[in-house]
């Protein structure tokens, strides 16, 4: 189990469209402790999802500090970020990303191939992780045999299989109904709380930011409020 | 680490369509390939099995085959001195020649020199029907002990001044009317009808495609007065060299060649068959990366999400680059699996190859070799490659992010 703080300080990236451009973070600074539940909101454009890549180094920054628990991720390599991304942090998509062609165990499977490990450890670690989203017994199930918040619990299982510091939610219960979101934030808060796992989670859905402890607000690439959710107080283990 | 193969697999089957057209084309490039090279391998096995180390064949100057040379009997004389020039020494064992010496017909002490007179006639084949050229070959009894691994399978050797045939065990396998008993007409209009009194296997080279006869009798039938080669025996390998070398030269001023070396030559013709079949293989197997190509494309762009998912999850883009390598490989190496087995079927099956060089019909086996085998695999490897690259390392250059978000 392990978890990490992140610290973002003067985070500045802009992308061109043409001739024209936009800013998508402009100078942003903040700090997530240890085992917290962050929800980020804003409107379209205001850099949400920028953050939540940056955070997840999937992208670099223009300038500024990125470091996610001992790791300064804006001194890396596009080979380093890689590398680390498969250790340190798990993404769960709006859309799932599951791939057609394999099966729910062999979905999660698919980031411990990236580590040298025994078979028979691979297989007991993908049995715990869907066993922990409530999967057992969907093992052998390929995607289309499956429902939407199944799917979405599967795409959560492959995210803690590695046992990251860092899980990065990307509208999660974007694309479910009301009944499916709610059971996938309780799965989440539930690793938050039991697992102490970081959790940042980008949505627009105001009931869906209710269950982040923490709860952010963007726009225009910068920090236009930052809310601490009463109903949610962080666990006194991972507050700083 | 590499994804895992069942993910490249399926990956396959679940684009059935573009998969099996890829897996079809492929397969039929591969099986071209492989019958084209098992057909020169064939040749030149059949060739290559034909001719012994201490024979030396006699042409006229400039001649490159028996068909294209005459040599005016006079011009023979000079040839009994050859120096190392061998003598007839008892044969026991099966072959036509010990059944000549058993039968007196050969005398021990006779040189062994052979004057052979090599026409061709028309006959029909078995499979279809249509006639084409068979070589013809007027030997004397002497020719028996030159050409020891001729061996009279069934009957018996003709007799001399008769008009007896026999023939070979792969032209009586080849064309219609050469069964024992069965009457051939030769000679330049056909007029005369040889009977088949034997039939003659050679290890399996290409004297076996030919009739023999009596040459007296065939140069009567087809008005020939002169030789068109001679065949003649040294005592052993190492007097071959002096041996040609008077023959090339002003004392007797004809052209020799080591016999061998000889029915090399005729097989080094298959050379431009194998720079036609490259050719002609690697135009298909540019039409069939080509393909690859399309199907790998439409592999990376229908999975870009897919793929872009697994570079979040930490493959290196050479993990992509491999994993589409893998599905490409996998597709290609069983298409190739099935062009060669399909291929391999045909393999031993006897066939027809009309040389450009005699004007006869050689028949001859195809043969799958190790080395075909490998060549396939290897180009199959290759139009893989060829075809998955551009579209691999355009796949391991996708951006994450933006490849995410398409829908």
Known sequence: MSAADIELVDLHKHYR?????????????????????????????????????????????????IRVGEYRLDRMSERQLTAWRSRHVGFIFQMYHLVPVLTAAQ??????????????????????????????????????????????????????????DVILADEPTGDLDARTSQEILQLLSLLNAEFGKTIVMVTHDPRAAAFGQRILHLDKGVLDRDERNPARPAAAAHAH | MALPLTYNARNLVARKLSSTLTFL??????????????????????LGATGSPRNIIVLKPGATAESTSLIPLDDLGPL????????????????AAAEAFATGRLRVGEPLLSQELAVQTMLP????????????????????????????SAG??????????????????????????????????????YKVVGVFTAGGGALESELWAPRTMIADSFHRRLASSVCLQVRDEAAVAPAVAYINGPSVGLEAKPELQYYRDLAEKTREIVVLTSVLVGIMGIGAAFAVATTMYAAVDSRRRELAMLRALGFARRSIVAALLVESLLLCLLASACGLAVSAASSGTRQDFLSDTTWTVLAYELRMT??????????????????????????????????????
């Open chain 2, 25 to 46: 084309i492929v397969a039929f490039v591969v099986f071209v390939l492989s019958l084209l090279l098992s057909f020169v391998a064939g040749i030149r096995a059949s």
């Open chain 1, 17 to 65: 469209k043409g001739r024209i451009d936009i800013p998508a973070l402009d100078g942003l600074s903040l700090t997530i402790d240890a085992g917290s539940f962050v929800a980020i909101m804003g409107p379209s454009g205001s850099g949400k999802s920028t953050l939540l890549h940056l955070i997840g180094g999937l992208d670099s920054a223009d300038s500024g500090i």
């Open chain 2, 125 to 152: 084949r078995r499979a279809g029907g249509a006639a084409a050229n068979v070589a013809v070959r007027g030997v004397d009894d002497i020719a028996f002990a030159l050409h020891a691994d001729v061996r009279i």
């Open chain 2, 156 to 193: 018996r050797l003709f007799t001399p001044g008769a008009l007896e045939v026999i023939v070979g065990a792969a032209a009586q396998a080849r064309f219609a009317g050469l069964e024992l008993g069965a009457t051939v007409p030769l000679g330049r209009k056909g007029e005369r009808a």
């Open chain 1, 107 to 164: 979905n999660v499977e698919l980031p411990l191939l990236l580590f040298r490990m025994p078979a028979r450890e691979r297989r007991k670690r993908v049995a715990t992780a869907l066993e922990v989203v409530g999967l057992a017994d969907r093992m052998d199930h390929r995607p289309n045999q499956l429902s939407g918040g199944q799917e979405q619990r599967v795409a959560i299982a492959r995210a803690i299989v590695t046992d990251p």
């Open chain 2, 80 to 95: 009994i001195q050859t120096p190392g020039l061998a003598l007839a020494t008892p044969l026991t064992g099966t072959s």
């Open chain 2, 370 to 407: 190790p080395g075909i085998v490998a060549t396939a695999l290897l180009v199959a490897t290759a139009v893989s490659v060829a075809g998955t690259l551009a579209p691999a390392l355009r796949a391991a250059r996708l951006n994450i992010i933006v490849a995410l978000r398409k829908a």
